[in-house]
């Protein structure tokens, strides 16, 4: 029987119903209330996907060397650029999973979005911008503290930036892949498969120069 409805969904959300219900009808079979799965006569809606943005070099530069030195602003800033980390991810961060001298930060499974442990590299660039921090650090401490959102917003307006939902992390794993072209070592570093990471950042308009120039954004003084 079909049951029609006004409501009104995305093809996503319809394609997230159809999974539940899939896997509800697929339990009724292995207990054998019934034979056939029904939602498999049911095709998944056709989702156009979202373009991705994310920050030009000089967009970059201009907002790390407008935060102020070893404030939690400038540090959230550097780890998403440049580690391609989620905010989710960072606001979770403490001090004690910065392993600087070995260059990397270790995401606990609980920390991620994908509940799986993450060795994320720390690279020469997120280094330059992570060193100023190392002798000051708390291990107990987290990277973003209890007013990180806020001092962020004021940051956001008082430098008149235009936010981009994860274009902080966009922008990494753009420039990232227009610099190395590997997918293998992007999917490791921001945590998700090699498919997903080549589709959503292997045919963006950036070439090899503007990544390298990405990659070498440094403090422009240590005290600004």
Same mark, same amino acid.
């Given at each position: 029987?079909?049951?029609?409805?006004?409501? +009104? @969904?995305?093809?996503?959300?319809?394609?997230?119903?159809? /999974? =539940?219900?899939? =896997?509800?009808?697929?339990?009724?079979?292995?207990? /054998?209330?019934?034979?056939? +799965?029904?939602?498999?006569?049911?095709?998944?809606?056709? @989702?156009?996907?979202?373009?991705?943005?994310?920050?030009?070099?000089?967009?970059?530069?201009?907002?790390? +060397?407008?935060?102020? =030195?070893?404030?939690? @602003?400038?540090?959230y800033l550097a780890i998403a650029a440049f580690a391609g980390l989620r905010r989710s991810e960072i606001e979770r961060l403490e001090y004690s999973m910065i392993h600087f001298e070995r260059r990397q930060i270790i995401l606990a499974a609980k920390n991620t979005k994908t509940k799986q442990r993450r060795a994320v590299k720390i690279n020469d660039t997120l280094a330059r911008w992570l060193e100023p921090y190392m002798s000051l650090k708390n291990d107990d401490e987290k990277v973003a503290g209890e007013n990180f959102r806020k001092s962020l917003e004021t940051f956001r307006k008082t430098h008149n930036i235009k936010w981009i939902n994860n274009g902080l992390r966009h922008s990494f794993g753009t420039y990232f892949f227009a610099l190395t072209a590997n997918e293998f070592e992007g999917s490791k570093q921001m945590g998700h498969s090699p498919d997903v990471f080549k589709k959503h950042y292997a045919n963006q308009i950036v070439d090899e120069t503007d990544a390298e120039k990405y990659f070498n954004i440094s403090p422009t003084s240590p005290n600004k």
């Open positions: 029987m079909k049951i029609k409805t006004d409501k +009104n @969904v995305s093809p996503v959300t319809r394609n997230t119903y159809r /999974g =539940a219900l899939s =896997a509800f009808f697929s339990f009724c079979i292995t207990q /054998g209330y019934i034979e056939k +799965n029904p939602i498999e006569k049911i095709q998944t809606s056709n @989702v156009t996907p979202k373009e991705i943005e994310f920050y030009k070099v000089k967009e970059i530069e201009k907002m790390l +060397n407008n935060s102020k =030195a070893l404030s939690e @602003v400038r540090i």
